[in-house]
């Protein structure tokens, strides 16, 4: 039987026709890989919640290997000496075991903590980039609601992670938020035994806060996380103004191979993160706060960081209630202001604020560039009244840390919170409205009159004048008519070309100073001339 | 070093003498792709090359260097716990954390290097097909309401009705297992836990309960000391663990001058009146608020503090709220001492304990 000879060199070929005969994949796999993408450092920091987000679904899948989530007390008789022959719940001693008898088990746990509070950090810096560049405007407002309700599940599915180990701070997080729950007019009693399975604690909150962990909201974050990921494909990202870019076009490079294994290379970089600081850091040693028992409690019990805002808030509540004096009474106590009220507010502004920016501004473009913050003072502002009242809020959920290190009173500290949260807010809101007009007036002085050069030159009448370099040919007056693009204004002899930094070699320079930087962050300045070309389309 | 002048005439890509660049560029070309810049970082062969790929590998050898002594670490190291300070075993997270950190972070840069520094430097310009097509949105508009005339809802008038008063109740049907299952009466339960206590007589077989400490010792008047306080719990079957969540309780020994503002305080309310034994009070130490335990109490003051929001309560005024955002006072358990001379509650709480709620009166 005469065999054929297998040519190795066309096999890939060979595969990949019979592959496309099967699935028909040549045409879609092709614009998959040439798609473009535009490039900006502040681009990376949704990646970073991404990748955070694998790291947590590795560790998390390990964890419920050894994790038992089991309400039933049991006496302790690991190797962690200090509470051996403690009674407490199978969740908190399995918990213990993680982290003492299972190989490996300590920084797995500390890195799904660490992982956990990357992925939550990287959420809000990543809103905050979104919000202060208007990418969030048509077309991309689906796309923010997704991501604000990514940010509620984020919190949800930290809070009963934080929950289900059922160790000291767990169970007075839980305490809490069946007091929360409580406080609901009509039905709050209900909704705390429907979820409690009875009075608190009763037997059943770890186990169905487990299934709420590691099923219930992995799921939907999956699926949030999908479409989200999806959208921005199909809509194409966004992109700074810049030469050459346009609202109707995408700047910047092809996914592969270059695209793509930048963000590879990022993933890991993210991951060894994470990993070292598991290692290095230690985080919620559950160990140290003993099982949960309802009569303990100790100081300066602090929940995860984006935890705390709420914390805060309930904190600086002052003892309002509604008592309605019908038969035995009815009451809708203080804490429903801050947990129900304000939780509330907070949660359907940010998700409706690109409908109130639109009709407000009767603005119904599609918008593919983005702003810098400074061209939309109002936007900015409003951004950074919250973010002042959300530091606030988040200060005062560890207030008596504070009292506590630097010897001021509680109550002082409770009411440098209740006012702050009133008036710093505005404060910020006004401080940013200035500093944002002041850069806007800055761009359009180094338009008119060029950069400053740092030579200061002697006239012959005696007068000193520093020489600016016109970033197009003046006029008679020395005025040059450049239009701002809405894009970085180079301010510094450096960006224009003078003295772009050589390639420094570890003993001698490998390079000679060369010519200005490209890169897609970074436009390279065209020619005067071509400049006033391009324009942003607004 | 060059930026290839993108042309226009149409390109055979069965055309032999095209180099791969070009059938790719025409690629990209068919998906609205135009790559306007596209140059090697570095002259092939130049020294300044080399030298990026000499550190590209440098990262991944320092990968596999890392990789191999967390692997050591992680199974010859000593990991078991070991009590003590400075052990072996304590350094074992650290170490693998360390390690595991370096290795990834070499794959990282290496490739961050390679992509940013070895590869062409490209910038290409891709067409965003901004704006809609009416024609599309008019077709697939008329299909859809052409599917609804199909149907014929409207022209059959009983079929709408049909489906709204048919088939409405099996949405419900669906929902009902999944939620009605989880759905608790909160009064539903014997224990009737939302008013009631451990020191109710009714769970001791109608025998008054003794205020016992954590390991189940009754309390004598004498085992506390003037200014001092101990937490109690009831003394029945688990009366100290989380199942009575609601019973801890302070027992506290005022001083007497503070003690007799206490029982004057109490004497003119109706409720706590006579509930203390002398100069002893108990509070329940579940906060008004949201049920922590508030345990901080300051001798000097009579403040009891709650660590959570920061509550306070004055214990000589019935443990009136005074600040924070707890709005109710804390309930006060009757006391008095039984014929061994142990602590009794003479009676249950005779207001509900723990957090606030609609229909607590
Ligand atoms: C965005 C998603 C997630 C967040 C924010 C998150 C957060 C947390 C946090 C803060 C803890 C407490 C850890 C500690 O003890 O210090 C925890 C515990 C746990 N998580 Fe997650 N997690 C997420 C996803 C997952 C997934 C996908 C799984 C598994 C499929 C998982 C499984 C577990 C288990 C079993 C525990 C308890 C074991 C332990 O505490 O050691 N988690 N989670
Ligand atoms: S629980 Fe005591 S102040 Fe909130």
């Known amino acids: 039987m005469k065999r054929r000879k297998l040519d190795i060199g066309a096999v890939p070929g060979n595969v990949a026709r019979g592959a496309d005969e099967r699935l028909q994949v040549a045409t879609p796999l092709r614009s998959l890989l040439n798609k473009v993408f535009p490039d900006h450092w502040s681009f990376l920091l949704g990646e970073i919640a991404l990748f955070s987000f694998v790291v947590l679904l590795l560790t998390g899948v390990f964890l419920t290997l050894f994790f038992d989530p089991s309400m039933k007390e049991v006496v302790y008789d690991g190797s962690y000496t200090a509470l051996r022959g403690t009674e407490m719940s199978a969740a908190y001693a399995s918990t213990l075991d993680i982290s003492f008898d299972v190989r490996g088990g300590l920084i797995m746990r500390q890195m799904h903590h660490w992982a956990a509070l990357m992925f939550m950090a990287s959420i809000v810096i990543h809103m905050f980039r979104v919000f202060f560049t208007g990418a969030f405007r048509k077309p991309r407002e689906t796309n923010w609601v997704i991501g604000v309700t990514l940010f509620f599940m984020g919190f949800f599915a930290g809070f009963t992670g934080y929950s289900i180990p059922d160790d000291g701070l767990s169970g007075t997080g839980l305490r809490i938020a069946s007091a929360i729950m409580l406080s609901m007019p009509v039905i709050g009693s209900w909704l705390s035994s429907s979820i409690f399975g009875g009075e608190f604690p009763g037997m059943l909150i770890i186990p169905r806060f487990f299934i709420a962990h590691v099923l219930i909201i992995p799921a939907v974050l999956l699926g949030l996380i999908a479409a989200h990921l999806g959208l921005v494909f199909s809509q194409k990202h966004t992109q700074w103004p810049g030469p050459g870019r346009t609202n109707e076009n995408v700047v910047g490079e092809r996914m592969f191979p270059r695209y793509a294994m930048k963000q590879g290379g990022f993933f890991m970089a993210v991951f060894g993160v994470i990993a070292f600081m598991a290692g290095a850091f230690q985080i919620n040693p559950i160990w140290l706060f003993g099982p949960y028992r309802a009569s303990e409690v100790s100081s300066a019990s602090q929940p995860d960081w984006y935890v705390m805002f709420m914390d805060g808030l309930v904190r600086l509540m002052p003892a309002w209630a509604i008592e309605i004096p019908i038969g035995d009474g009815y009451v809708i106590p203080p804490m429903f202001w801050p947990a129900g009220v304000l939780l509330g507010v907070l949660a359907v502004l940010p998700m409706t604020y690109p409908a109130i920016e639109a009709r407000l501004t009767g603005d119904k473009k599609i918008h593919n560039l983005l702003e810098r913050p400074r061209d939309n003072p109002p936007r900015t502002a409003l951004g950074m009244m919250a973010i002042s009242f959300f530091i606030i809020a988040t200060i005062s959920g560890g207030n008596d840390v504070v009292a506590d290190k630097f010897h001021i009173s509680l109550n002082a500290m409770t009411w440098v919170g209740r006012i702050g949260l009133l008036v710093v807010p505005p404060i910020a809101y006004w401080v940013t409205y200035r500093i944002c007009l002041g850069l806007q007036q800055h761009d359009r002085e180094v338009l008119a009159h060029g950069v400053e050069t740092g030579i200061i030159r002697r006239l012959p009448d005696g007068r000193f004048i520093e020489v600016h370099q016109p970033l197009a040919a003046p006029d008679e007056h020395g005025h040059t008519h450049l239009e701002y693009t809405g894009w970085v204004v180079p301010k510094k002899m450096n960006r224009v070309g003078a003295l772009a930094p050589a390639i420094k070699g570890f003993f001698f320079p490998i390079e000679k100073p060369s010519e200005a930087p490209v890169s897609p962050g970074h436009p390279p300045v065209d020619p005067a001339a071509k400049r006033e070309e391009v324009g942003s389309s607004h | ?361």
Request: hydrophobic letters at 40%; charged letters at 20%; glycine letters at 10%.
């Open chain 2, 1 to 361: 070093m060059s930026t290839k002048t993108p042309s226009t005439e149409a390109v055979d890509i069965n055309d032999p003498k095209l180099s791969r660049f070009e059938i790719i560029r025409e690629g990209a070309r068919r998906d609205d792709i135009e790559i306007v810049h596209y140059e090697p970082q570095f002259a092939p062969g130049s020294k300044a090359e080399k030298r990026m790929v000499r550190i590209v590998a440098g990262f991944f050898l320092i990968t596999g260097v890392a990789s191999l002594a967390f692997l050591g670490i992680f199974i010859f190291w000593p990991w078991e716990y070991e009590f003590g300070a400075y052990t072996a075993s304590k350094f074992y997270t650290p170490l693998l954390g360390v390690t595991l950190g370096i290795a990834l972070l070499g794959i990282g840069f290496g490739i961050l290097t390679w992509a940013k520094k070895l590869l062409p430097h490209e910038i290409s310009v891709q067409d965003r097909h901004v704006g809609t097509n009416a024609d599309e949105q008019k077709l697939t508009g008329e299909t859809a309401l052409y599917m609804l005339d199909e149907l014929g809802l409207k022209r059959r008038p009983l079929l709408k009705g049909a489906i709204g008063l048919g088939l409405a109740p099996v949405a419900v049907v669906a929902a009902a297992p999944l939620i009605g299952g989880l759905i608790k009466d909160p009064h539903g339960d014997e224990r009737q836990s939302m008013f009631k206590t451990g020191f109710n007589a009714d769970y001791n077989d109608g025998k008054l309960v003794r205020l016992v400490r954590e390991d189940g010792s009754p309390v004598r008047p004498e085992d506390v000391s003037a200014g001092g306080q101990i937490t109690v719990f009831p003394g029945i079957s688990h009366g100290a663990t989380n199942e009575w969540a609601d019973s801890p309780t302070l027992l506290i020994h005022l001083r007497a001058n503070d003690a007799a503002k206490a029982a004057e305080a109490a004497d003119a309310d109706e409720i706590n009146k006579g509930a203390y034994y002398g100069p002893y009070v108990a509070f329940s130490k579940i906060c008004s608020h949201a049920g922590c335990p508030a345990s901080l109490y300051e001798q000097q003051t009579n403040r009891l503090l709650c660590p959570c929001h920061q509550s306070q309560f004055l214990i000589i005024d019935n443990a009136r709220p005074i600040f924070g955002p707890a709005h109710r006072r804390l309930a006060m358990l009757p006391i008095e001492v039984d014929a061994e001379g142990f602590f009794v509650a003479k009676a249950d709480y005779k207001e509900a304990v723990g957090p606030d709620f609609w229909e607590r009166p």
